[in-house]
């Protein structure tokens, strides 16, 4: 699949400022005034700020609204909700603590669990793709569900929290890798149930419909860079968990160490995001002879 | 509402023949034709003289190799357009409602004033049916051609699938595969139609019928039989003769 910019920047961006209204919501840290100003806004400034980004790539993102119609059956209209209810009731429990120095608990709570509930929605974005075998297990929730909850840690500065959630978001990307690299043969789809020529011999692909490349092509046969997928992939882990670790484990651990988890987090939680994308085989690519 | 109909009344769909496609794009280029000038946007090309030219097709024609165990490899041209599947997976993925599948006949639709471009029912078909017009920046797929089949302007014998009326070697037929006594439920039946990725779930109303077995592929030598007359065919003398003979004993002898 093409890995558009737009939608790694918002998935991996929301999903940490998602993460990081989650704890503010179960009161951990337990900030008012002006402290929790500052969290908020940065919780809000990842969250907001990554959902803007995906409207980039629609061909229409005037008719945007529209999305909110079809809950009933599409989860990207359920993410439309779910965001939206998370980031209002945040915004009300966000006052009482800026302004009012009170913790409307019930809204919290609510709130955090709206907020998760937002990534789990995006995740089944991709979930719910049989044509991306890669995607259609239950890996990839666990994955941007432990990423989103880690990362939200490390923000909230939950630091023993944040060390085993790291560790536990790490084992679940390395068996998201580990089974999507065997998901495309388990599918069951291959050129001979593609085509239904298989019983008659061994098929091939002899002349692609164009000599030109197609929009086919370019959004679901992406395949630049897959060579390079394991080295990527021990930098997705170095950058996402182990050089946290490091930091957060440090003896003289500061706000600078702190800030530097945060930012190799996220390089790393937009490497991880990246490969996501790019070596994810849809199946049109059997028509075509590629995967 | 992109949830899918119970049940639709009828199954309009197409039936392609892969014994007898021959692999002209005729109906690639028909599709284009009557899918540019009538509804919705056009069907945009991009750098279309240029280096690298592409564009928005509703219809392709793929062509594949099948190796028998023994025997001569045979090439099948291989149509492909929507299949108007009964459990279209593209249609409930969509937010916005533009994607829906008619109840009256099973048609596959986008209303384009309500897509947001999002590009989410491409990646939900597995057969790349569905592609996003780069200038309109919505989505395109196959209508079976419903501003024709319906259409009172049209003489009677235009009401099909233009893809259908231009096909010259009648390897496309259109009809009701909801009606098991229909001409094309009857050429499923009698031929042995199939599905598409039948492992998708997608339950497609379109159906594929298998290429015949090439008989005549194999030459005397392949398959082991012996004429009597073969002898007396053979070439005598396979040198040159005239003038190309005459050259060719000079040049000899030089
Ligand atoms: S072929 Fe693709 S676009 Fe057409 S109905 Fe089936 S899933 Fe949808
Ligand atoms: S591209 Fe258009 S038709 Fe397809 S899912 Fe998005 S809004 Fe619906
Ligand atoms: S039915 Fe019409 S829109 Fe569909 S492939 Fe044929 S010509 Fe194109």
């Known amino acids: 699949m093409h890995p558009a910019p737009s939608v790694i920047l918002f998935s991996s961006l929301s999903g940490m400022g998602f993460g990081l209204l989650a704890w503010l919501g179960i009161g951990l840290p337990a900030v008012t005034g002006w402290v929790a100003f500052v969290f908020f806004a940065l919780a809000y400034l990842l969250a907001v700020g990554g959902l803007i980004a995906s409207t980039f790539h629609l061909g229409h993102p005037e008719r945007a609204l529209k999305a909110f119609s079809q809950w009933r059956s599409s989860w990207l209209s359920r993410e439309a909700w779910a965001s939206v209810a998370a980031l209002l009731t945040m915004a009300a429990y966000g006052a009482g603590l800026v302004f009012y120095d009170t913790r409307l608990w019930p809204l919290g709570l ?3 669990a709206l907020s998760l509930l937002t990534v789990l929605t995006t995740a089944m974005i991709y979930t719910q793709m049989k044509t991306v075998p890669r995607w259609h297990s239950v890996m990839t929730p666990l994955n941007f569900l432990s990423l989103s909850i880690a990362g939200g840690a490390l923000l909230a500065g ?27 043969a388990a599918s069951g789809s291959d050129i001979a149930t593609a085509t239904r020529l298989g019983e008659k011999g061994s098929v091939r692909a002899f002349e692609p419909p164009h000599t030109g490349s197609n929009y086919l092509l370019r959004e679901f046969v992406y395949q630049i860079g897959r060579k390079h997928a394991l080295k990527l992939r021990v930098i997705a882990i170095t950058l996402m968990v182990l050089l946290p670790l490091l930091l957060l484990l440090s003896p003289v651990f ?14 790393g939680v937009l490497t991880s995001r990246w490969l996501f994308f790019a070596q994810a085989e849809h199946v049109v690519g059997i028509y075509y002879g590629k995967r | 509402m992109t949830t899918l109909p119970q049940q639709t009344d009828r199954k309009l769909g197409l039936v392609i023949d892969l014994d007898t496609c021959v692999g002209c794009h005729a109906c690639v280029i028909s599709c284009k034709g009557w899918n540019t000038e009538n509804y919705g946007a056009p069907l945009s090309d991009q750098d279309a ?14 062509s594949y190799e099948v190796q028998p165990e023994a025997g001569a490899a045979q090439l099948v041209h291989f149509p492909k357009s929507c299949l108007h599947c009964d459990d279209a997976p593209c249609v409930t993925v969509c937010p916005t409602g533009a994607s829906y599948k008619r109840v009256e006949d099973g048609i596959v639709l986008v209303n384009e004033s309500d897509c947001i471009g999002c590009g989410l029912c491409a990646w939900a078909c597995p057969y790349g049916a569905r592609e996003m017009d780069q200038a309109a920046g919505v989505m395109k797929k196959c209508t079976l051609c ?6 009172e302007n049209l003489p009677e014998e235009d009401r099909q699938p233009a893809c259908v009326r231009t096909c010259p070697a009648g390897a496309r037929h259109f009809g009701d595969l909801g009606d098991p006594e229909s001409a094309v439920s009857q050429l499923v039946a009698e031929r042995g139609g199939v599905d598409l990725m039948p492992e998708q779930g997608t339950k ?4 594929y019928l298998p290429p015949r077995p090439r008989d005549q592929l194999q030459g005397p030598e392949d398959s082991g039989e012996i004429d009597v007359l073969a002898p007396f065919l053979a070439p005598i003398d396979s040198g040159p003769k005239g003038f190309l003979g005459w050259l060719d004993r000079t040049l000899e002898k030089l």
Do not use: E
Not at chain 1, 158 to 180: E, F, H, N, S
């Open chain 2, 204 to 207: 497609p109303v379109n159906k």
């Open chain 1, 158 to 184: 939950q630091v023993t929290a944040a060390m085993v959630l790291l560790v536990l978001a790490g084992a679940v990307q390395i068996a998201t890798w580990w089974r999507g690299d065997r998901a495309l």
């Open chain 1, 254 to 267: 500061h706000h600078l160490a702190a800030a530097l988890a945060v930012l190799s987090h996220a390089a």
């Open chain 1, 110 to 112: 609510l709130g955090a």
């Open chain 2, 49 to 62: 003289y240029g280096a690298d030219p592409s564009g928005t097709f509703l219809n392709r024609v793929h």
């Open chain 2, 146 to 151: 419903v501003d024709r089949i319906y259409n």
